[in-house]
DNA sequence: ACCTGAACACCGTTCAAGT
DNA sequence: ACCTGAACACCGTTCAAGT
């Protein structure tokens, strides 16, 4: 088997497309590559690398998306950014886990602070707006998959009664859009 | 040794505090209390149910301190939800990684959409609305723990250089308050 | 240069057995 | 009722050894 950090990173995210992160382990990923666990240790330092790495792959397509839109907007990198992350099971919780300042992360990090800027916020609020943008679309995706995922595990029925028919996470682009115009609209009342 | 689920859960949150989440198994957590891991499940039925009843502690400490408060409002629940979680290390992970509809935070999610209610927000909207306060909070105690627990693993220096002197993570209490505003003034902007 | 066998020090969990 | 010994099936990682 020849095997390379890209081909090892594409087997690593259809094993959490098929079964999620707790069930990728090198022994796994190795057993999947038809290779014994040591030999991912020649291509990763660690565990940890290989979900940097993985992170760093799906902002890599995030970033060739993006550079074929032409005048991008904030909203339009809040949903590319979702789409992507949607494509890779428990994406947001690799993210989350994994050091943000790799070359394609960084890029990403960098647009969005830039468009930010272009809706008319002040600079000394861009890293914590970035840093609350950046969550909120992390937390959306990771919950879209976790209710994929528990179809069972849902609300209670004395809560669900309170609630009816709320724009919820049945009804997820709606969803996020709005909570996407909570934050922009945010952004904006309090930087007037 | 005599056990019960309270000083077990206590036990746990020593732990927590003291190496954080991933250095917590049943066996640390056994050895500091002076007994054998399997001792512990005759008390939980496996660990995922002894970090529900971690977060249902926090949640019932929130529960509490709310109770003192007299005519409260969203931003001191959004305030001592961040109190209460920074006690624990880690605790946005657990909350994230447990099942959210145990009793004290049923509690708690509906006050926060009670209040969100009173600040004018559309009951279709409560569910959407309420899983991004949540998200809000989550992810920011966890952003500043990660900012406390590596000083060395910090933004990059080209990085830095174009952010200079923001408020951000270093004045934390400043920037939660900024996030917190965008968040309100974003749902009373899309509520008009 | 790239892969493997074999080991090390861990996990969560179960369950018959002890008190 | 509550705890333990011992085992099972896993982890991530290392490293001498193979090709």
Redesign the pocket.
């Known amino acids: 088997?020849?095997?390379?950090r890209q081909t090892i990173q594409l087997a690593a995210i259809s094993l959490l497309n098929e079964d999620g992160l707790e069930?990728?382990?090198?022994?796994?990923?190795?057993k999947a590559l038809?290779?014994?666990?040591?030999?991912?240790?020649?291509?990763?330092?660690?565990?940890?690398?290989?979900m940097e790495g993985i992170a760093e792959l799906i902002s890599s397509r995030i970033s060739q998306r993006l550079a074929k839109v032409e005048n991008c907007d904030f909203y339009q990198l809040a949903h590319i950014l979702r789409e992507e992350l949607k494509r890779v099971n428990d994406s947001p919780r690799i993210f989350e886990d994994t050091y943000p300042f790799t070359p394609n992360r960084t890029k990403l990090i960098v647009l969005g602070m830039k468009l930010m800027q272009d809706l008319g916020v002040d600079k000394r609020h861009l890293t914590v707006a970035g840093n609350m943008g950046n969550n909120f679309v992390l937390s959306y995706v990771a919950d879209e998959q976790y209710f994929a995922r528990d179809s069972q595990r849902q609300m209670p029925p004395e809560f669900a009664e309170q609630f009816p028919s709320p724009i919820d996470l049945a009804n997820p682009d709606e969803a996020f859009n709005y909570g996407l115009d909570i934050f922009i609209h945010g952004l904006q009342a309090t930087t007037k």
Do not use: C, G
């Open positions: 088997m020849k095997l390379d069930a990728l382990s090198m022994r796994t990923l190795a038809d290779v014994k666990a040591a030999s991912l240790y020649f291509h990763f330092k660690n565990k940890d690398e290989l």
